[in-house]
């Protein structure tokens, strides 16, 4: 019972950051938060991207989650309306 108490947490830290690999090629929350500020920019333009990653570089880590997590809102959102 203790070991499953254990390892389930794990588990699902390993199936989210597998999901954000798969999804973004990344795991860490700026450098996913950059990528997804590029793929829903107003104007699609090459080089978009580095643009984002130095944005984002400036950011803690906490708040590019939390910014990453309103992205995911909104998006969630615009599909329910």
Do not use: F, K, N
């Not at 499953?4 to 989210?16: D, E, F, K, R, T």
């Not at 795991?27 to 984002?56: N, Y």
């Not at 950011?59 to 309306?81: I, K, N, P, Q, V």
Request: proline fraction near 4%; aromatic fraction near 6%; include cysteine.
């Amino acid at each position: 019972m203790i070991r499953l108490l254990i390892s389930l947490p794990l588990v699902l830290i390993v199936v989210a950051l597998a999901g954000l690999y798969l999804g973004y090629d990344e795991v860490e929350p700026c450098r996913v938060l950059a990528v997804e500020r590029a793929r829903h920019a107003a104007i699609q333009m090459p080089g978009i991207e580095a643009w984002t990653r130095i944005e984002t570089s400036q950011m803690s880590t906490g708040d590019c989650a939390r910014d990453l997590l309103d992205a995911w809102g909104e998006r969630l959102s615009e599909l329910w309306h």
